[in-house]
């Protein structure tokens, strides 16, 4: 168990839907970062948020937000859901920017 | 980051040492290698993580060659549990995008009977 939770663990929608997935950090940990694992793509970066403020962002499209909140648990809002959005959403935490990152047990989103 | 090159499946039997090589070439001196595996679906676990210097904890043992363009994770007594892809990065000790983790395709460790 890394001390990462992700909520829900499982998510079905339609296409053009909005949802949100939810990470709480390890306790102390500052920075959360999300991932996106499509069957294609492998496991991809998508955006980093450090004490509530954004730090780096990677293949993230503009459908998809982030945000941190003051407790440091982040939300990641994914809207106008397309079929290809389908895949395993993970978040990370990490003390600071640079330290090692550990992983969450991941949202599985499928779109029907 | 530089880039990593790993093979992309090993079979090891139980019970014996699982010796999983990478190479990293282009690797910078401030850059450190780190090794993560994933289990089926589940999140990417961390393993170990060094700089220059061979490392060792409660899972593994990394090997970092002198010259640092490759090194070896070595998990001493391969059991069932162990099979998963395994991931080798090079990361920049720097915050903001340079603290991002650039996963490759990994190799799928296959442990036996």
């Known amino acids: 168990d890394s001390g990462v939770t992700q909520t829900p663990k499982h998510l079905i929608t339609a296409t053009g839907q909005r949802v949100t997935l939810r990470c709480s950090p390890r306790?102390?940990?500052?920075?959360v970062y999300w991932y996106q694992q499509s069957l294609d793509q492998g496991l991809q970066f998508l955006i980093q948020y450090y004490n509530g403020e954004e730090r780096a962002k990677g293949n993230i499209l503009e459908r998809f937000s982030a945000q941190q909140f003051p407790d440091l648990h982040s939300e990641l809002n994914l809207s106008s859901l397309e079929l290809g959005d389908s895949a395993l959403y993970f978040c990370?935490?990490?003390?600071?920017?640079?330290?090692?990152?550990?992983f969450g047990p991941g949202t599985r989103l499928t779109v029907l | 980051d530089a880039k990593t090159t790993q093979p992309p499946s090993m079979d090891c039997a139980e019970g014996r040492a699982a010796n999983l090589p990478c190479n990293h070439s282009?690797?910078?001196?401030?850059?450190?290698v780190y090794w993560y595996r994933q289990i089926h679906s589940q999140g990417p676990q961390y393993i170990i993580h060094?700089?220059?210097n061979n490392e060792t904890n409660e899972m593994a043992s990394l090997i970092i060659t002198e010259d640092r363009k490759s090194s070896t994770l070595i998990l001493p007594h391969a059991t069932l549990r162990d099979t998963a892809v395994y991931y080798c990065?090079?990361?920049?000790?720097?915050?903001?995008?340079?603290?991002?983790?650039?996963f490759g395709t990994g190799t799928r460790l296959q442990v036996t009977l």
């Open positions: 282009t690797i910078s001196g401030n850059e450190y």
């Open positions: 990065i090079v990361r920049s000790p720097y915050t903001g995008t340079a603290s991002k983790l650039t």
């Open positions: 990370a935490s990490s003390v600071a920017g640079a330290d090692t990152q550990y």
């Open positions: 306790s102390g940990d500052l920075s």
């Open positions: 060094g700089l220059k």
